[in-house]
């Protein structure tokens, strides 16, 4: 991952959201549970396609808090796919944060998210392999 405060990703972002007073704790800070909500629904939406169907969540590592978010503030997360194994997915997620009427961005916290792919039957269910130049290979999960 990049360092603090470096450029965001190239691209557009999976999630992109702005803060509003409902997502806010009593002294009007962003909840961080919030920020990590909007982590997980990019890491799932990165997770669900790439499997192409239902992904969830078994393990996030590595969650540092950087800088906060304040209301108003735009935030873009951008998740990757990094790994896969025989089931799981492990996805890079980077959130960032704009001022309503500024054009510098922060980066306010990363984390690494790991996915498993699950059938109807909600048991986990083989995912396509990473390809060498990162993305998914063409065939079908096996």
Do not use: C
Request: overall charge negative; glycine content about 10%.
């Amino acid at each position: 991952m990049k360092a603090v405060d470096a450029l965001p990703p190239e691209g557009a972002p999976t999630i992109r959201v702005v803060a509003m007073p409902a997502d806010t704790n009593p002294y009007g800070d962003i909840f961080g549970g919030w920020l990590m909500s909007q982590m997980d629904s990019a890491a799932g939406s990165v997770a669900s396609r790439h499997s192409h169907g239902r992904a969830v969540t078994i393990a996030m590592d590595g969650m540092t808090f950087h800088r906060p978010v304040f209301v108003g503030d735009e935030v873009s997360v951008f998740a990757t796919l990094v790994a896969t194994g025989r089931t799981s997915m492990k996805i890079e997620v980077e959130a960032w944060r704009r001022a309503r009427h500024d054009e510098n961005s922060y980066k306010v916290t990363e984390a690494v998210f790991t996915f498993v792919a699950v059938g109807e039957d909600r048991q986990p269910r083989r995912v396509p392999s990473l390809s060498v130049d990162g993305g998914a290979d063409s065939g079908e999960a096996a």
